[in-house]
């Protein structure tokens, strides 16, 4: 992939570490995070995620910078596919973009999906196959306290709201904050213990529609759906029933998931003749483990394996760990290595055949309940 190119960068509204966060609400509304920095030097970003887990009573007169989120800056020597992690990784609406540690401007996510679109970058993947699925939603009268808990245990930025049994809208991090951030004053049915967060339904600060794209359209249609319609996340739809969400950061995933190397493969054990078994073991882990990524949707960060030799028998083990903490294990021996090797590939991939049956009988529940 090229560089990151300058023209996608725009101007950053930049603010001291000390400045009283009720001076920056509304930036951080319109441009998605704001630039902190202490003493002149770059400290991190405040975006609505962070301020969402903010202490009420405190958050109007707390310094902004409490809040601050450390992000990498991005600039023009960087590559591509590195930005397009740094915005995957920070799930952020806006990256700082800079030199030597002074901030130069801010490049959009929005910005980022129409520089990808042009450049072609978007692998030639149909919606369905990196969607989040099964949908997390809320129900329509459940109180914003709820909705907070429910974000932060799934790690995510929002939540389809459920309304007898179906969805009739969307509550993200920006509506909480904006909520939760007003001066007490003004919401007078908020004066009560810790301005009462247990008091707001769901569904009377969410938006009562939500933008949506067929599951079968093909991920730079999803792009341009975004980005027409000035979003960041699309719900995933399937003969007129919610079945997935669609944000920029399954789109950042998935050109991130087409360009990936193959998979590190970690062994030790091997001593004396073995050494020269540790390609094989080494290729055909890999390989399992890019087979497995490819239709459980989760990114494979690396496999380590371990060989031992008792009693002219190879007892191997291996461990595949993905992206969200999820791992998988397994334990093979045969007296033949090869036979081992294709032994222990072959349970790992048979117990992620299993976690993914799991996993779509959960969606199918999930489908039955929106339906």
Known sequence: MQNLPRDIVEEAQIYDYEEAVSKVLSKIKEEGAVVITRNGEYFGIVDDRALTQASIAKLQNTAVGK???????????????????????????AIPFGEEG???????ASKMLSFLLDAKAFPKMKVEEVMASPVIGIDAKANVAEAIATMQKNKI????????????????????MFTVAKPPERLPHMKKAAYGLEGIIVESIGTPYFHTIDYSKSLEEAAREMLQQGVLALAVTKENKVVGLLTARELFK????????EVPVYVSGLEGYAKENEEDIKRALAKTAEKIAKFTKLTAEGVYANVKITKSVYELSASIRFAKGKE??????????????????DKLYE????????????????????G
């Open 102 to 108: 002074k901030v130069l401007g801010k490049v959009k």
């Open 328 to 345: 998988l294990h397994a334990k093979a021996s045969d007296p033949s290595f090869d036979k081992a090797i294709k032994e222990l590939a």
């Open 351 to 370: 117990m992620a055949k299993k976690e993914k049956e799991l996993m779509l009988t959960k969606k199918q529940k999930v489908e039955r309940f929106y």
């Open 157 to 176: 930025d929002r939540l389809l709201i459920i309304s007898k049994g179906k969805p009739s809208g969307i509550i993200t991090n920006t509506d909480i």
């Open 254 to 261: 998935a050109i991130l998931l087409s360009s990936k190397k």
């Open 67 to 93: 809040y601050a989120i450390r992000v990498p800056l991005l600039s023009d020597a960087i590559a591509l596919e590195e930005a397009v992690k740094i915005f995957y990784d920070s799930n952020a609406r």
